[in-house]
């Protein structure tokens, strides 16, 4: 046994009992790794690649086209010749044009052309560009007028061309109804909210800021509202109106306490002459307690924002207020509406009670 383990430690075990050298294969595997990549001639790879590769990016070319970028459309306001051709549609609709008391309406836009002067070999491409202009006369006819210029000075190189354009309507469209509402309703003229609506008109239209002050019975005493003092009132109309869907509302019926109408007012200009004819305006205005005796015209504002409206948005405040009030009708309205820049528009809500605000009763 001695010897048998001798011969052991000296490495003449048999084959089947010695142990892998880990190290040795692996540096042989190694080994024959490199002699093999450097039989390999690169370009056969090269070329297997590129015969795998090039039909599928072919086909993926086919199957998924790529998409050009269209260009965006840049506007051009300023184009060459425009302030020349402004000022000489001008000077021709002065001087030169066959409408009476001509003017422009606006400008419309331009086209690009190119002509070309000389002959044979002396012959040149000269840009030009035509501006396109609407017209009118004195008797409210709208014309199309075009004027072509030179690209690189703006200089005209004809008179104008006029053409008569289709009158176009000029009769308001049918508005839409309200969003927001529970349905229309008719308001006739015997009706409180329709005898409350002619009583606003005549009020706003007219001179007297106190007596509208009156009429919309504003809870806060701080408040005045400014008639806007355009002229006497010959009628005011309930073109719509509906209830709204807010305060104390009734499902059953679909009704609550606050309503929209739509009013149109003719009223006579104060400067007007006497055989001239009244002139319209429309409104959309908000009433409080439109069923009741006691209704009211409580906001007004532009066609279209009726349902928008809030109690008392018109008031005036402050040492404007103050003026209203003391029938002075002197201090400027500056937006319009029957109310001054910092205060106008806003919806107060205020209840001198103390016990809910106009706005929250709304909601």
Do not use: C
Not at 146 to 174: F, H, I, N, Q, W
């Amino acid at each position: 046994m001695a010897s048998r383990t001798s011969r052991r430690g000296q490495g003449n075990d048999p084959f089947w009992e010695r142990k892998p050298d880990k190290a040795k294969e692996l540096s042989e595997t190694r080994r024959v790794a490199q002699i093999a990549w450097k039989r390999v001639n690169p370009w056969r790879i090269f070329v297997v690649l590129l015969l795998l590769v090039g039909p599928m990016l072919g086909l993926a070319g086919l199957v998924f086209p790529a998409q050009e970028t269209p260009e965006t459309p840049v506007a051009d306001f300023a184009p060459s010749g425009k302030t020349q051709a402004t000022m000489y549609v001008e000077n021709w609709l002065r001087d030169g044009s066959p409408l009476e008391e001509g003017r422009i309406l606006s400008w419309d836009g331009v086209t690009n052309e190119r002509a070309q002067t000389g002959n044979g070999s002396s012959k040149r491409n000269v840009p030009l560009v035509v501006h396109s202009f609407t017209l009118a006369d004195k008797a409210g006819d709208v014309w199309r007028a075009t004027l072509t210029v030179r690209r690189s000075d703006g200089s005209p190189v004809s008179e104008p061309m006029l053409e008569k354009d289709p009158a176009p309507e000029l009769k308001p469209s049918e508005t839409p109804d309200w969003s927001g509402t529970l349905g229309l309703t008719n308001i006739q003229s015997a009706d409180p909210a329709g005898v409350v609506v002619e009583k606003w008109a005549q009020a706003y239209m007219g001179s007297s800021s106190q007596q509208l002050t009156v009429l919309v019975a504003d809870p806060d005493g701080k408040h005045a509202y400014r008639a806007a003092d355009i002229g006497e009132v010959q009628s005011a109309t309930v073109q719509k109106a509906a209830y709204l869907n807010r305060g104390d509302v009734n499902r059953n019926e679909s009704t609550s306490n606050w309503a929209v109408a739509r009013v149109g007012v003719e009223v006579r200009p104060w400067n007007a002459k006497k055989d001239s004819q009244p002139v319209q305006l429309d409104y959309d205005v908000l009433l409080k307690d439109p069923d009741s005796g006691s209704a009211k015209v409580v906001a007004w504002g532009a066609v279209g924002t009726g349902a928008e409206l809030r109690a008392y948005r018109n008031a005036v405040t402050g040492t404007a207020a103050d003026a209203l009030r003391n029938g002075d009708e002197k201090d400027e309205d500056t937006t319009g509406d029957g109310t001054t820049g910092a205060t106008g528009g806003t919806d107060t809500g205020t209840d001198t009670e103390g016990a809910t605000t106009e706005g929250a009763a709304q909601q």
